[in-house]
Structure formats: C-alpha cells, structure tokens
C-alpha cells in the first residue's frame, strides 16, 4: 500500500472513530445510572427484609403472649 492508501485508512479510522466515542460516553453514562438506581433499589430492599423480618419477630412475641394469656384465662375458668 502506498502512502495514499495508508492516509485513506487512517482518516476512515479517524472518522469512525469520532462518530463512536460520543455514543460510547453517553451508553456507558446511562449504564452508570442504571446501576446507580439498582444498587440503590438492593439496599431499599435489604431495609425492607430487615424491617419485615423485625415484624414478624414481632408478630410471633405477640401470639406467643396470646397464647399464654388464653392459656392462663382457661386456668382460671377451670379452677
């Protein structure tokens, strides 16, 4: 290849080149984002497991006292 040749890759090589990058830079901003507002999503879910799990801990304390009161009601009827 001559010196022509070679200048004619080169400058195709440029070209194309410049028409990526910019939609390279803008995928690779929305990916950013996107993976933002996901990790953001996964600790709001965590939040959220944590505080239904402290509610049904919750929630069994709660019928277990139940429970123990009916226990102790039908103790006293019987007595």
């Known amino acids: 290849m001559d010196q022509i040749n070679w200048g004619v890759v ?6 194309v080149a410049l028409a990526v990058v910019p939609w390279m830079v ?8 996107i993976a933002t507002q996901i990790t ?7 939040r959220a497991t944590a505080e239904q799990r402290d509610l049904w801990e919750l929630t069994a304390a709660h019928q ?3 429970d123990s009161h009916d226990v ?3 103790h006293l009827r019987n007595s």
């Open 10 to 15: 080169a400058a195709l090589a440029v070209s």
């Open 26 to 33: 803008k995928v690779h901003a929305k990916l950013a984002v």
């Open 40 to 46: 953001n999503l996964c600790d709001k879910l965590d």
């Open 64 to 66: 277990s006292r139940l």
């Open 72 to 74: 102790e009601l039908l």
